[in-house]
């Protein structure tokens, strides 16, 4: 089986910075794709960014210049650095994967159990 474990939430200020991490472990044979979506109370769940296992990405429109997506192929590991937090960024961040598993051909999305992202003063 494959399990996402995210960490790195928290409480922060306005105009703070956090930075989430989200690993994946199991049989892998590859991950073509890792994302990170957030849900705010009430609403739905939106995708905040996403990246390829060759680096390219993709973020929303909200968040654009001031988070980063990044990976580390080799610990099958995605991050989240995000800078100048607002009080509309509070929300439970949850990570997802596009998982490959060994002797599985196709691939198939993964979540992480999510964590809580609040920024207030």
């Known amino acids: 089986q494959v399990q996402l474990v995210e960490s790195g939430g928290g409480l922060v200020q306005p105009g703070g910075s956090l930075t989430l991490s989200c690993a994946a472990s199991g049989s892998i044979f590859s991950i073509p794709a890792m994302a990170w979506y957030r849900q705010a109370p009430g609403k739905q769940r939106d995708l905040v960014a996403s990246?390829?296992?060759?680096?390219?990405?993709n973020y929303a429109d909200s968040v654009r210049g001031r988070f980063t997506i990044s990976r580390d192929n080799a610990k099958n590991t995605v991050y989240l650095q995000m800078n100048s937090l607002k009080p509309e960024d509070t929300a439970v961040y949850y990570c997802n994967a596009d998982i490959i598993m060994i002797g599985v051909g196709v691939p198939r999305g993964y979540w992480g159990q999510g964590t809580q992202v609040t920024v207030s003063s």
């Open positions: 990246i390829t296992r060759g680096g390219r990405t």
